[in-house]
T-cell receptor, first 114, second 114 residues
Framework: KNQVEQSPQSLIILEGKNCTLQ??????????LRWYKQDTGRGPVSLTI?????NTKSNGRYTATLDADTKQSSLHITASQLSDSASYIC?????????????FGTGTRLQVTL | KAGVTQTPRYLIKTRGQQVTLSCSPI?????VSWYQQTPGQGLQFLFE???????NKGNFPGRFSGRQFSNSRSEMNVSTLELGDSALYLC?????????????FGPGTRLLVL
């Protein structure tokens, strides 16, 4: 069964610090992997998308990495801000199929404090 | 451009009742997908519509149904509500249905079944 596991489940960091969120998946064959940010009370917003041939993708202070061999991805947040407080969801799309085949992780809830 | 809108935003129902949720996609988007989000399960795919046709359906019982209108607006219906149906229901739209199409999510409808 295709699975996506994220760690940690939750994280509290001080403003200005960096953090790294992890995503391990078993989806195979693999097409692409997205990271979403979901603010409380809002729908998820796409941050990055990577195919199996890409190792890293940046979006401002967010940098995603992908190791297709070990089936691991990480999302690194640099110089965190209070507005980074949200849930971060890793989503993997298999090689075939449409939206019905997307596998979502349960997310990491990040809280940035003063 | 206006984003994806969902109505109502909050809903309280009792067991056995039925409910209809509405989603208006971004103008020009023809693909609409519905997801159920619960804390323990993450996002679970319900169904996808494209040009008024249901393209895919997730592993949910027949109590969950949906439809899409000619203007791409979509509704989902849940009959004979159960306590376990309490969740955030998210709608996402995209221009077409494809591997690299970015889905834009609405804010969701939070359903509480008592």
């Amino acid at each position: 069964k295709n699975q996506v596991e994220q760690s940690p489940q939750s994280l509290i960091i001080l403003e200005g610090k960096n953090c790294t969120l992890q995503c391990n998946y078993t989806v195979s064959p693999f097409s692409n992997l997205r990271w979403y940010k979901q603010d409380t009370g809002r729908g998820p917003v796409s941050l990055t998308i990577m195919t199996f041939s890409e190792n890293t993708k940046s979006n401002g202070r967010y940098t995603a990495t992908l190791d297709a061999d070990t089936k691991q991805s990480s999302l690194h947040i640099t110089a965190s801000q209070l507005s980074d407080s949200a849930s971060y969801i890793c989503v993997v799309r298999p090689d075939t199929g449409t939206a019905s085949k997307l596998t979502f992780g349960t997310g990491t809830r990040l809280q940035v404090t003063l | 451009k206006a984003g994806v809108t969902q109505t109502p935003r909050y809903l309280i129902k009792t067991r056995g009742q039925q409910v209809t949720l509405s989603c208006s996609p971004i103008s020009g988007h023809r693909s609409v997908s519905w997801y159920q989000q619960t804390p323990g399960q993450g996002l679970q795919f319900l169904f996808e519509y494209f040009s008024e046709t249901q393209r895919n359906k997730g592993n949910f019982p027949g109590r969950f149904s949906g439809r899409q209108f000619s203007n791409s607006r979509s509704e989902m219906n849940v009959s004979t509500l159960e306590l376990g149906d309490s969740a955030l229901y998210l709608c996402a739209s995209s221009l077409v249905s494809g591997d690299f199409e970015t889905q834009y999510f609405g804010p969701g409808t939070r359903l509480l079944v008592l």
